[in-house]
């Protein structure tokens, strides 16, 4: 053969024991996934309200308590001060105590959201690394800042300093969690890129249950940040050996490196290739500049209409799917006596939920799936505001939230294999960090969206989870089909699939172009 394609490269030479390989080195470098559903929780854990037996040691607290009207809402409407008026008999530690801040939940609310700042901060700097020094440096990068975040919360005694601790972990965490994603999905054949989606999000899941384990067994809320960093430090080792993607290689021009990724997985699955004299597909006509300017890449878009069509649905999607994603887990504390129950029972329903991912993209494609959730999740959320109650837990608000997370994951979960897929090469990363810019924002309102309730906040979320199911529309169908090298390729696509903007932009596009 004159050439070998980059994307199938070695995976595709011999039977089924490459295919063992990568999926054994794709499990252990999205195992980081997992560390961020740990550390996007944690504060659930390490800052809970106690709701165990209060002992009295004032006057005006025992008067209330033998009213039986001693709770948290009185301890703070009679503001009454901790270990001066009364005391929680608890064998677990909890920085809401220690700090005091049982009457002022806001503080509380804060501590999670401000983990998405630092995420906010990490994809505004991702933008420009993902492809300036590429996905496997980056990722070295956000593990390290991530794994000493974790370590300097076991010595933490300060909210402020606590503040800057989430900061650091949401930095680091999204930054290589995004850049892995890209990272290993560039590697992977077409065929197996909604396998891949789907186990990566049901890793994320099991996250909820590893940080469910790690604070029950673990009382001093210190320690949690060091069974998290432990965690984390075992899937962070994958980042020093695993190389960088083939794909990304050819696009700033280094076809010599991708040319010794690819020996090296033949070297790995027991089928040495040399490729000295073989040139490499794409080699040339991907080739880009790994220091390109924003302003340039804003330009490319403008140069392609049906381009930034796709990007600016994807936008969309991405706010409205990242805002009731995070508004429904930050309320699963509501939903059960403890948050050990409470996030066990959200690990189930997002485990059935990429179950489901998994059988809908297989049978129905991207496209159909992503829709049909959004609708459904219009449907549920419309329903929720009948009121019906048949039991005085149970009511129709309660299970029509328990049914929409399942859509709403499913659909989040749909779009970083989505977005990976509709981008060309050379912008894939500067298009994911777009994309969960705006979700990180999105991202940051979801707790504080999780402590309200009313009509209002149900009939909203069906608008836009409607208007979201019908933008979907517009955007081209992507299994089964190569990832695209060039912006000219996504130009293709869209009119391969009849998804044209009009005729006066296609033709601008095609003088852009010159492929049309």
Same mark, same amino acid.
């Given at each position: ?17 490459? $295919? ?31 709701? !165990? ?5 004032? *006057? ?16 703070? *409407? ?10 929680? $008999? ?21 501590? $999670?959201?401000?983990? /998405? ?34 370590? #300097? ?13 989430? #900061? ?21 054949? =077409? ?15 099991? !996250?909820? +249950? ?7 067994? +673990? ?33 700033? =021009? %280094?076809?010599?490196?991708?040319? %010794? ?14 490729? %000295?004299?073989?040139?490499?597909? !794409? ?29 600016? +649905? ?8 990242? #805002? #009731? ?39 129905? !494609? ?70 969960? /810019? ?18 209002? %906040? ?59």
């Amino acid at each position: 053969s004159s050439g070998i394609n980059a994307e199938y490269g070695v995976i595709n030479t011999v039977g089924s024991r490459p $295919n063992c390989a990568m999926f054994a080195l794709t499990t252990w470098a999205m195992a980081c996934s997992m560390v961020g559903s740990l550390c996007a929780y944690m504060v659930q854990f390490t800052g809970f309200v106690p709701t !165990g037996p209060i002992t009295c040691l004032s *006057d005006n607290c025992t008067f209330l308590q033998s009213q039986d009207l001693l709770n948290v809402t009185t301890i703070c *409407d009679e503001g009454l001060v901790y270990g001066v008026d009364y005391t929680w $008999n608890i064998s677990r530690t909890t920085l809401a105590v220690e700090w005091d801040l049982i009457c002022h939940q806001s503080k509380i609310t804060f501590l $999670n959201s401000v983990y /998405f700042i630092g995420a906010l901060i990490s994809l505004i700097i991702g933008s420009y690394l993902y492809d300036a020094i590429g996905r496997r440096q980056t990722c070295i990068i956000a593990g390290t800042v991530c794994l000493v975040g974790n370590f #300097l919360g076991v010595v933490c005694h300060s909210y402020y300093y606590m503040i800057a601790i989430r #900061l650091s972990l949401g930095f680091g965490n999204f930054l290589a969690y995004s850049g892995c994603y890209i990272w290993v999905l560039e590697f992977m054949p =077409g065929k197996f890129r909604n396998y891949y989606n789907s186990y990566s999000m049901l890793i994320w899941a099991i !996250g909820y +249950i590893i940080l469910v384990g790690i604070s029950y067994f +673990i009382h001093n809320w210190n320690f949690i940040h060091l069974g998290c960093g432990i965690v984390f430090l075992i899937c962070f080792l994958p980042f020093t050996f695993y190389p960088d993607s083939p794909r990304y290689l050819l696009s700033v =021009g %280094k076809e010599e490196e991708a040319k %010794k990724v690819l020996e090296r997985y033949g070297r790995l699955t027991n089928t040495p290739v040399s490729l %000295k004299d073989v040139k490499l597909i !794409g080699s040339e006509n991907t080739k880009q500049d790994s220091r390109i300017s924003f302003r340039s890449k804003m330009r490319e878009y403008g140069n392609h209409p049906g381009m930034l069509v796709e990007l600016g +649905i994807q936008c969309y999607l991405w706010f409205v799917c990242c #805002l #009731l994603f995070y508004g429904l887990n930050y309320g699963w504390s509501s939903f059960a006596a403890t948050p050990y129950e409470s996030y066990l029972f959200a690990g189930v329903s997002e485990v059935i939920a990429y179950i489901l991912l998994f059988i809908f993209i297989k049978f129905f !494609g991207r496209k159909k799936t992503l829709y049909s959730s959004l609708f459904a999740s219009t449907v549920c959320f419309l329903l929720a505001n009948i009121s019906w109650t048949w039991t005085d837990t149970w009511n129709l608000e309660r299970l029509m939230s328990l049914v929409v997370t399942i859509w709403i994951s499913l659909a989040f979960a749909l779009l970083f294999l989505y977005v990976g897929e509709l981008a060309p090469t050379y912008l894939r990363g500067f298009t994911l960090s777009i994309c969960s /810019f705006i979700a990180r924002i999105a991202a940051f309102c979801g707790p504080y969206l999780a402590g309200t309730s009313g009509t209002v %906040k149900l009939t909203g979320a069906a608008a836009m989870a409607a208007l979201g199911g019908a933008l979907v529309f517009l955007l081209p169908e992507t299994r089964c089909m190569p990832i695209p090298a060039e912006a000219a390729d996504v130009s293709e696509r869209r009119q391969q699939q009849s998804l044209r903007i009009s005729r006066a932009r296609y033709a601008n596009e095609k003088d852009h172009t010159g492929e049309l």
